[in-house]
């Protein structure tokens, strides 16, 4: 029997950091066994707190996927991912039932996020996202976006009758899936190293990884008497989740 083994972490950007903001991305991860989900969330940038949403859509996400996949569904089961998306969807009315003010101002202000997930059991796999951001199968990567004047979809615009199209690839026989965010998925290193075992062993290595590359570099040059700064690889806050069979 295949064991899914699943993990996902976040951190802020160097440019946020800096800027001393929130982190606007989130990830979530489950595992049991021979099933598995990785989620990760990039809250929109315009957003003033579009963590919020963010964080939420990927507890949602993960807490539907998590009871789906322990129930027998299979990953690559287009109901799961509907199941997913109503679920968000669900969420983020309940709480705007508890916002005053105009419902358009809290969804921009709030609730713009993108989601990348994946989903894997003994014998199916699939890759589902709303937005951009990248994933790898197999180290094999591909890109999703740009999309036009930098403006990708967001699942709460379908709470503004705006229904909006989401990416789905079965990756049924992958021995690892990785997920990521758009700062994430634009790292030098590329997103296929973190699909090896050794992010697994760990339950913070991948955060730990992350942290590296949002972090600026020092070093002294001596003869030229100066300090030499080196800025950091990740400079848009990112989240990575990785999935391994």
Request: with cysteine.
């Amino acid at each position: 029997m295949n064991t899914i083994k699943a993990t996902a972490a976040a951190v802020t950007g160097a440019r946020h950091r800096n800027m001393a903001r929130n982190g606007q991305d989130a990830a979530a991860a489950w595992n049991a066994g021979d099933a598995g989900a990785v989620v990760v969330c990039d809250g929109c940038s315009s957003g003033t707190s579009s963590e919020v949403g963010a964080r939420l859509g990927a507890r949602v996400a993960i807490g539907v996927l998590a009871r789906r996949l322990a129930d027998g569904a299979r990953a690559d089961d287009p109901a799961l991912w509907q199941a997913v998306r109503a679920g968000v969807v669900r969420a983020l009315v309940a709480v705007l039932e508890h916002v005053r003010g105009d419902r358009t101002d809290a969804i921009a202000e709030y609730f713009l996020f993108t989601i990348v997930a994946a989903a894997a059991t003994r014998d199916t796999g699939a890759v589902w996202a709303i937005g951009d951001g990248a994933y790898a199968i197999d180290h094999v990567t591909r890109t999703l976006g740009p999309f036009p004047d930098n403006q990708p979809p967001y699942l709460a615009y379908e709470i503004l009758g705006d229904p909006v199209r989401a990416s789905f690839e079965p990756a049924a026989h992958a021995t690892s899936i990785v997920v990521a965010t758009d700062g994430a998925g634009e790292l030098p290193c590329g997103l296929a190293p973190f699909g090896a075992p050794r992010f697994l062993a760990n339950p913070d290595s991948v955060r730990r990884a992350l942290a590296i590359y949002a972090r600026d570099a020092e070093r002294i040059d001596w003869d030229a008497r100066r300090v030499v700064r080196t800025p950091a690889a990740l400079q848009d806050d990112g989240a990575i989740g990785v999935l391994l069979r």
